[in-house]
């Protein structure tokens, strides 16, 4: 039985997905980043930032926060919008931008108080790497799921063929030796 049980284990890890979600700190204040699609921006595709923030004082409030979402190139700015520009979204912020051409970015979170809130000032900066764009394939739909998802079905197929033989596999019966 714990043979079973550790088998079941080890497949249960295999199917997680890895994650590409780039974590920062300053102080109190972390940002969790992720980037659709895929955290793969490329160029000449709408790239969606969304930030996840967490304040462990819990003083960050996005109403009292004057703060900026920044992408440079270098030395060089490339677009800056407002940190927290949709209303009532919480301790999330989402920007839409798109690459002119492939290459590594600053992206840069950064916010400081206004009025009676007290939290840290805080600046993250993230490097993005930017794809050369493509043209989009012929294929679509669930083909591409099935090449995309081939080693978690094929991981699924193997453990629940192994859990099934050894489920109904007949025991085996000890063999005494005589004397």
Not at 36 to 47: F, L, R, V
Not at 114 to 141: D, H, I, M, N, Y
Not at 148 to 163: D, Q, R, S
Request: hydrophobic share 45%; aromatic share 10%; proline share 7%.
């Amino acid at each position: 039985m714990k043979k079973l049980f550790w088998l079941c284990f080890v497949l249960a890890l295999a199917a997680i997905p890895a994650q590409a979600h780039v974590v920062l700190t300053d102080g109190a204040i972390g940002v969790t980043m992720h980037i659709d699609p895929d955290d793969a921006p490329m160029a000449g595709t709408p790239s969606r930032f969304i930030f996840w923030f967490k304040d462990t004082t819990g003083h960050l409030d996005p109403a009292l926060c004057k703060g900026s979402f920044t992408i440079a190139s270098g030395d060089r700015v490339v677009t800056t919008q407002p940190l927290f520009a949709q209303a009532n979204s919480g301790l999330v912020s989402v920007h839409t931008f798109t690459f002119d051409k492939p290459g590594v970015y600053t992206v840069r979170v950064s916010g400081f108080p206004v009025g009676t809130v007290s939290f840290q000032p805080f600046l993250l900066e993230f490097k993005v790497r930017v794809a050369a764009g493509s043209q989009p394939s012929q294929t679509t739909g669930p083909q591409n799921w099935v090449v995309e998802h081939a080693p978690h079905l094929l991981a699924g197929l193997v453990g629940g063929a192994l859990i099934l033989w050894l489920g109904f596999r007949r025991p085996r019966t000890k063999r005494t030796k005589s004397r």
